[in-house]
């Protein structure tokens, strides 16, 4: 049973998100932990212990949370720190709100913080069936963006159109299908957690000034990009990290997220819920690329 420190409180699981950087760490490609080591910095359960400097209101609250350099959710307790935690709403059931912290706050992070695309714009969501993408293409449609989305399947591009954007494969024909969408111009942004194979086509779909935004490399590190490559026509590249911030950043976005969800304009696509003891099924399966939505863990009752 873990114990919280200062500025922390112990949550009893009722979900855990499942989110690839775990998979990462695991396999030690990111950031790999000091083993024995638990997985997980994302879950929704009910606060039950406090630590010093946290106010005894907190017990008893339903709550969630994503906390970057912490772990240990894969698990019946966890400890978290309580300035990273969403209050849940009524009507935020635990399976939504542990699908909410980690995905929901980078996606409004990038619609929000890391850019500001006004109504009328375009953009490109590499990977928009999975959790971020799909979240993100929903926040930018209802900033009014035109939004177009790449998958590999057909069920998850038709996946990609329920959400309101333009569904479109991967492969060489991706810049090509773009600027015939957009009258030869291109998109004003792309957001690509895929890293270095999706790398050359989000450059390519930009128009004039337009910004290609890195928040992953799932398919491996990106490529060096040369200065020469982007003066024709003035492009930006940056990336996003929601952790650059202290949690207490992200509270109104918090706040905004469950609205979202409660109100109908945000749709929490759970791509499965699977009890805690099927951990290693779930990473194979997002390994695998099998999976559209949010992938959620179960601890037992």
């Known amino acids: 049973m873990p114990r919280p420190g200062a500025g922390e409180v112990l949550v009893r699981v009722r979900a855990a998100g499942v989110n690839f950087s775990d998979t990462e760490r695991r396999r030690g490609v990111y950031d790999p932990p000091a083993l024995p080591w638990i997985p997980g910095n994302e879950a929704a359960g009910i606060v039950e212990e406090v630590g010093e400097e946290v106010g005894g209101e907190w017990r008893g609250r339903r709550v969630a949370f994503w906390a970057p350099r912490t772990s240990g959710a894969y698990a019946e307790y966890v400890t978290a720190p309580a300035g990273a935690l969403f209050v849940l709403q009524d009507g935020i059931d635990f399976p939504?709100?542990?699908?909410?912290?980690?995905?929901?706050?980078?996606?409004?992070?990038l619609s929000h913080t890391a850019t500001a695309l006004a109504p009328g714009r375009t953009a490109l969501v590499q990977a928009a069936a999975g959790g971020v993408g799909a979240l993100l293409a929903q926040l930018l449609r209802d900033r009014g963006v035109r939004v177009f989305g790449t998958a590999s399947t057909d069920a998850k591009r038709a996946f990609i159109r329920r959400l309101g954007?333009?569904?479109?494969?991967?492969?060489?024909d991706l810049p090509g299908?773009?600027?015939?969408?957009?009258?030869?111009?291109?998109v004003d942004a792309a957001f690509d957690s895929v890293g270095r194979p999706?790398?050359?086509?989000?450059?390519a779909v930009l128009a004039p000034y337009g910004e290609l935004v890195f928040f992953g490399e799932a398919g491996g590190s990106p490529a060096p990009i040369h200065p020469?490559?982007?003066?024709p026509r003035s492009l930006k590249v940056s990336a996003f990290w929601l952790a650059?911030?202290?949690?207490?950043?992200?509270?109104?976005?918090?706040e905004d997220l469950q609205r979202r969800v409660l109100d109908g304009r945000l749709r929490i696509a759970l791509g499965g819920t699977l009890p805690l003891a099927e951990a290693a099924a779930a990473h194979r399966a997002l390994e695998q690329r099998r999976t559209a939505g949010k992938l959620v863990l179960i601890p037992p009752a």
């Open 96 to 109: 939504v709100a542990a699908a909410l912290p980690a995905q929901g706050l980078t996606a409004w992070g």
């Open 165 to 172: 954007a333009e569904p479109l494969p991967y492969g060489p």
């Open 177 to 186: 299908l773009v600027r015939a969408a957009t009258g030869g111009r291109g």
């Open 198 to 203: 999706t790398q050359a086509d989000s450059l």
């Open 228 to 231: 020469d490559d982007l003066y």
């Open 244 to 254: 650059t911030d202290p949690p207490e950043r992200w509270a109104s976005a918090r």
